[in-house]
């Protein structure tokens, strides 16, 4: 029910709780639908551009060339597709429902799927673990995978050579809220935020993970907290209220030596060297 918004260039896309895409160029004064071929089964979850080349996805992977042109559905149609990544020429997709991760090499004309080393889906083995998101640092491409079924339990992985493997990075898995989880990066720094539990840290490319809420106001463990183990570290949990008007985390983003949050009504900035000290 929420809203989303994705930029590109001069254009700046926006789906309210209406789920009507629309965007602008002109700095937001005039509004213009952008829904012609667009699938009404969803939101927009993830976009990524090449010029004027746009890719957003929802359940499958939509492509329009120039504004208000028709979107046409590339891949993945009926799959949710949760997260886009651009590496160079390259486009990572994440897919829910057991689907793993796909890539394209050739800016979207064609896909195929990059699981090696992703664990399939319990002992049936019909599909892998779903993807919920990337982070790319430098040479590293890191992808946040669903541990088990349960939606709240998440494992980090690394690949170097565009998807041809991936190797885990945790030792156990680390738990989040059930809603979709956002994941930023940069060198050995990864952050993970959760709609209701907050901000995790790890310094050391997703081996170890610590909870960094401190100095965000009314953030305090409650009842539900309890002692959980990430990789080779206990942190303790802490629930948020999802109400209204509780806090909320709605997005991170790691910039110039800072990583920066939204949380409340405003926008948190920590600097990456702050983390790891004692």
Request: net charge neutral; glycine share 14%.
């Amino acid at each position: 029910d929420g809203d989303s918004d994705f930029i590109n260039g001069d254009r700046k896309f926006f789906t309210g709780r209406r789920r009507i895409l629309s965007y602008w160029t002109d700095m937001g004064q005039t509004w213009m639908p952008d829904t012609l071929g667009w699938s009404i089964n969803g939101l927009p979850m993830s976009m990524v551009s090449f010029g004027d080349t746009v890719f957003m996805s929802t359940f499958g992977i939509y492509r329009q060339t120039t504004s208000g042109a028709r979107w046409t559905l590339k891949t993945l149609g009926g799959m949710p597709v949760t997260s886009l990544i651009a590496s160079g020429d390259n486009i990572f997709a994440a897919a829910g429902f057991y689907g793993g991760i796909f890539v394209s090499t050739n800016r979207g004309l064609s896909w195929t799927r990059a699981n090696n080393g992703i664990p399939s889906q319990g002992t049936e083995g019909w599909g892998w673990m779903p993807a919920v998101g990337f982070a790319l640092s430098g040479p590293s491409l890191f992808a946040m995978i669903g541990h088990d079924s349960t939606s709240v339990s998440y494992d980090f992985y690394r690949t170097t050579n565009t998807g041809q493997n991936w190797t885990r990075m945790n030792s156990e898995p680390l738990i989040l809220s059930s809603w979709k989880p956002q994941l930023a990066a940069s060198g050995k720094y990864l952050f993970v935020e959760s709609m209701d539990k907050g901000i995790f840290a790890s310094i050391d490319s997703g081996k170890t993970w610590l909870q960094a809420n401190h100095g965000l106001p009314g953030i305090a463990p409650d009842t539900s907290a309890h002692a959980s183990v990430h990789g080779d570290t206990t942190s303790v949990q802490f629930s948020i209220s999802s109400s209204d008007s509780g806090p909320r985390f709605s997005g991170i983003y790691v910039f110039g030596g800072n990583v920066m949050i939204g949380f409340g009504n405003g926008v948190w900035v920590r600097r990456l060297s702050d983390f790891g000290k004692n």
